[in-house]
């Protein structure tokens, strides 16, 4: 239970809430807490507040852009008090994730016409209710070809370092009853090769206005494979995740955690001590290696359509 903005910060920092609709919402329910806390009405602390969650995490446009929004519908209605600066920020939050939610449902009917019954998926990361405010991006899909009776199977990529796809992904789609079949990141190629994968599909943090896609590292090598096993690679995304104020993905700001996410995961120590590592976390699959982008207001052409 999160009772202060600081500690929403600090939800987003540590992966406690992730996924990049999901970070977004909350960063804007983050906002609305802050502004119950005022003891008098202040712009600047507002300004303060927006800082801390731009700095929590740099990939995901999500997060921005609910950030710019909330502040803008403050500052554009100027609140007589600070309980009805409150009201307006919590309205506005709750805006934000209910607009998430239409979206998800969606993406969910778009991306479900490209794909038909008994169809064989494989994802990465985690891209459903644990990271949006709805049904998900690339879940969202599954989700409806379930609903929709397609019977299809999904691979999940384990998501090495922190392991969204086997603890959330996994787990989500055995809740809904959805056949999934875990494998480690590395596990790809041959069963693409195999002739096991009809389609991959995937969400995104970020996508420049070249159509240039952060998401999950182990994206880009996905996309790679997919392209040489002509299967076609979908990126499932909200407009929130798309900044045209970029022109291409070498100008989105790659995060990188902290070396412990892989030296030492979960408890275990798997590396020699004081050991040098690079640990991005997301990466970018160029337009090119796209077939569609699977958005809420439609399938839009990537580079390979
Ligand atoms: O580091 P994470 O877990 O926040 O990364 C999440 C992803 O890369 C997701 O694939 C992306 O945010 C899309 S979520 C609908």
Known sequence: ???????????????????????????????A????????????????????????????????????????KLFSETPQNIESAAKLMWHEASSIHNEDQQMCESIGKNGAELISVGD?????????ALATGGIGTALGVIYTC??????????AGETRPVLQGARLTAWELKQEGIPVTL???????MIMKQGRIN????????????GDTANKIGTYPL??????????????????????????????????????????????????EDIEVYSP??????????SFFITENGILPGGRS
Do not use: W
């Not at 379930?146 to 691979?155: A, E, H, S, V, W």
């Not at 494998?183 to 190629?189: F, T």
């Open 146 to 155: 379930r609903d929709q009776g397609k019977k299809n199977r999904i691979f």
């Open 199 to 210: 389609h991959v599909i995937v969400g995104a943090d970020r996508i420049a206005a070249n």
């Open 1 to 31: 239970m999160l009772d202060d903005y600081q500690q929403v910060v600090e939800a987003i920092k540590t992966l406690k809430v992730r996924g990049a609709p999901a970070i977004g919402i909350v960063a804007a329910y983050g906002m």
């Open 223 to 272: 996309a790679v494979l997919a392209i040489h096993h002509n299967i076609p690679f979908y990126v499932a995304a909200p407009s929130t995740s798309f900044d045209n104020s970029i022109k291409t993905g070498a100008e989105i700001k790659i995060e990188e955690r902290p070396a412990s996410e892989i030296t030492n995961g979960f408890g275990n120590v798997i590396a020699p």
């Open 33 to 72: 807490m802050a502004v119950c806390k005022f003891e008098k009405y202040d712009k600047r602390f507002i300004d303060v507040v927006a800082e801390k969650f731009y700095s929590s995490r740099p990939t995901a446009v999500n997060l921005f852009l609910a950030v710019d929004r909330m502040k803008t």
């Open 120 to 128: 064989t998926i494989l994802t990465h990361c985690n891209t459903g």
């Open 281 to 290: 976390a997301f990466d970018i699959t160029p337009r090119e290696l796209i």
């Open 183 to 189: 494998i480690c990141d590395n596990m790809a190629g």
